[in-house]
């Protein structure tokens, strides 16, 4: 269990902040971006023909699609995108000369560099008619040019141009199965390993697979990731919450697991997987590994398909925590494949490496019979495979290079130097949250985010009302049009009833932190003088 941290007693005053909203998740948006939109936006375009002429409209698409949400890239991204445009054609027209975008988990779009060895070896493997070639000795280290041959044998005709076989390329798998035992000292199979562009997609495969109906219920985290929410909600399936506490520095109690399941129950709704995050997103929390076994166990006797997202896997950021996977967990209970069915999402986006754009990730699915891995077998099949890319740096980032091969200083020091940075980050921004009036942080242990909880007056909350959006929004909103930083609303994460947030990333370069750091507390001074009770 997890004690923390900043003034529990101020974050459990903010929660009896008093409000006339009623935080409902899968609520739809109050308005469409296009109201934030100044007459002169950039994004003004001829108008479409009116729908009536057209075969589809909002009342007759899939309601599934409807009802799904996906905050990170919502309202407020929008404005500030147009805002970003205005910027450009009419410099000077806004009090700030950039956007600061600090909402999406997107590390190589603010200035993170790759990791040389990685993008070495890619290179390699995409243009092999230069491995032959003297000048190319010159050009890239020589661990990269073998693990480039290796990774060419591996592939059928050397062709990364090829569609793969529907799970991935046997032998990268086989790299990622070494990779996995090297980091939980269990074995791993290469046939539980099934490629995919990202995690996004295999959390989607699982959901399809999971879900039969609205009375199937998933128990997901509040806050939680919106992948789960809009992927649940595309399924056709019920979000089952559990509450993180805030106050225990976002703990994840099995009392809150075991009470929201037979909540659940009771209404009719079959629970069928439970899925954590850890490290945590939006939350930033590292789970014990005493509660991890708690959660394992529940899942045991539950006869729950534990979900784990661990993406967040090598982001963290302090000396008494560290990651375990939950395989790790369960193997070392004594679990195998009959006592738990478990899936371990990885990718490529986060880490020290931060290849979102190349789509590359694995889920790692265990405890499931032959005849259900065919079935997910078969809905692999249908995207026919991965793309090559992804799947060649899906495997460097479980296999990196080891002690005495040529890259591996470099490559250690590009590694350290990110994450410790990433540290850095953290640490000024959860300080600079915390001094501001009606704020509490709590530690990023790990992941990528910040989620202060805000205490916002009761004017404030009135304005938000007759501007027809809940009050964090309104927040945000206020805040990117002052000083062009973008944060992402509280809502689009799912809170406590009566408690308001926003989601801030670690991710803009150290030195624009200080920016960051200084146009929000003015921006913050400014709007508390406006609407203090
Ligand atoms: C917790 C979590 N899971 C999954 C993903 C999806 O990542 P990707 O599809 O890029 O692998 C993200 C992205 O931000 C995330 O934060």
């Not at 993170?112 to 390699?124: C, G, K, W």
């Not at 000292?185 to 699982?206: E, K, Q, R, W, Y």
């Not at 789509?359 to 692999?380: C, H, N, S, W």
């Amino acid at each position: 269990m997890r004690r923390s941290v900043i003034g529990s007693a101020k974050a459990l005053s903010n929660r009896s902040c008093q409000n006339h909203w009623n935080v409902l998740l899968l609520r739809p948006l109050a308005s469409s971006p296009s109201r934030f939109l100044s007459s002169t936006s950039v994004l003004d375009s001829p108008p479409p023909p009116p729908s009536s002429m057209l075969p589809v409209s909002l009342d007759n698409i899939n309601p599934k699609v409807l009802k799904c949400e996906y905050a990170v890239r919502g309202e407020i991204v929008t404005l500030a995108q147009a805002l970003q445009e205005e910027l450009k054609s009419k410099p000077g027209s806004h009090p700030f000369d950039e956007i600061l975008y600090c909402n999406i988990g997107n590390p190589q779009s603010l200035g993170q560099q790759p990791i040389t060895f990685f993008r070495e070896v890619l290179a390699l493997c995409d243009h092999p008619s230069i491995l032959d070639r003297s000048e190319t000795q010159g050009l890239f280290s020589a661990d990269a040019i073998e693990r480039a041959w290796q990774i060419l044998d591996q592939i059928p005709g050397r062709a990364t141009g090829a569609y793969s076989h529907s799970q991935g390329i046997k032998g990268l798998r086989d790299t990622i199965a070494a990779g996995i035992e090297a980091r939980d000292g269990f074995p791993a199979d290469p046939n539980d390993i099934f490629l995919t562009d990202g995690a996004s997609p295999a959390v989607h495969m699982m959901m399809q697979l999971l879900i039969r109906s609205e009375k199937d219920g998933i128990l997901c985290p509040i806050p939680q990731y919106p992948l789960y929410s809009a992927s649940i909600a595309l399924h056709g399936g019920a979000l089952v919450p559990y509450y993180l506490d805030e106050a225990t520095g976002w703990g994840l109690e099995v009392s809150e697991l075991k009470k929201q399941l037979a909540d659940a129950k009771s209404k009719g709704i079959t629970p069928r997987a439970l899925v954590v995050i850890n490290p945590g997103n939006p939350t930033g929390q590292v789970l014990a590994e005493d509660n991890q076994r708690g959660i394992v166990e529940f899942c045991k006797q539950e006869g729950l398909v534990l979900l784990a997202d661990e993406v967040y896997q090598e982001n963290v950021y302090v000396p008494e925590k560290k990651f375990d996977s939950f395989k790790k967990v369960a193997r070392s209970m004594g679990y195998g494949e009959k006592d738990i069915s478990l899936v371990s999402f990885q990718s490529v986006s986060k880490g020290y490496y931060g290849e979102c754009g190349k789509r590359g990730g694995y889920m790692e699915v265990t405890g499931f019979g032959p005849e259900i891995r065919e079935q997910i077998y078969k809905v692999a099949s249908v995207n026919l495979c991965s793309n090559i890319s992804g799947q060649i740096l899906a495997s460097l980032v479980m296999s990196p290079p080891k002690v005495g091969d040529e890259s591996y200083e470099s490559y250690s020091a590009e590694k350290d130097g990110i994450l410790s940075s990433l540290a850095r980050r953290a640490k000024t921004l959860e300080d600079a949250f915390n001094n501001l009036e009606g704020v509490t942080c709590n530690k990023a242990e790990g992941a990528m985010y910040l989620f202060p909880c805000i205490c916002l007056p009761e004017k404030a909350i009135k304005a938000a009302e007759a501007a027809k959006t809940a009050p964090d929004n309104f927040y945000c909103r206020r805040l990117l049009n002052a000083t062009g930083i973008v944060f992402v609303p509280g809502s689009g994460f799912g809170q406590l009833p009566g408690t308001w947030h926003f989601r801030c990333t670690i991710l803009p370069q150290e030195d624009k932190i200080p920016a960051v750091v200084s146009r929000l507390t003015e921006f913050h001074k400014s709007f508390m003088d406006e609407f203090r009770d």
